[in-house]
C-alpha cells in the first residue's frame, strides 16, 4: 500500500465518519422539532377559546359531574351547540361561567 493509498483510505473514512456523525445530529433535530411542534399545537389548543368541548373534558374543567354540565346547558347557564346529538361546549363559554361564579 503506498501513502497516497493510506491518505486516500484515512480522508474516506473521516468523512465516513463526520457524516454519520452530521445524520445523527439531523436526526435529533428533527426528533426534537416533532416534539416542539406537538408541545406547541397542545398549548394552543388549551388557549383557543372556540375549541369546542364535550360534556366529558367540561366537567373535568369545572370539577363537576357530567350530568351536571348537561343541565347547566338546558338551564341555560353555559352556552353550547348540539352536534351530533351530543352537546359541544365552547371553552369560552365556560371561562365565561367561572369569571361569573367566583
Not at 465516513?16 to 426528533?31: D, R
Not at 346529538?85 to 365552547?90: A, N, T
Request: net charge neutral; with cysteine; aromatic share 6%.
Amino acid at each position: 500500500m503506498t501513502m497516497e493509498d493510506i491518505m486516500q483510505s484515512t480522508m474516506e473514512s473521516v468523512i465516513t465518519e463526520k457524516f454519520s456523525y452530521f445524520e445523527n445530529q439531523v436526526h435529533n433535530l428533527i426528533l426534537e422539532v416533532t416534539r416542539l411542534n406537538s408541545t406547541i399545537g397542545q398549548l394552543l389548543k388549551k388557549s383557543n377559546p372556540e375549541e369546542k368541548l364535550t360534556v366529558k373534558e367540561a366537567a373535568e374543567i369545572l370539577r363537576v359531574k357530567e350530568n351536571t354540565v348537561r343541565d347547566m346547558c338546558k338551564s341555560d347557564k353555559i352556552s353550547y351547540e348540539k352536534l351530533g346529538g351530543q352537546f359541544r361546549i365552547k371553552r369560552s363559554a365556560i371561562n365565561d361561567y367561572l369569571n361569573r361564579h367566583i
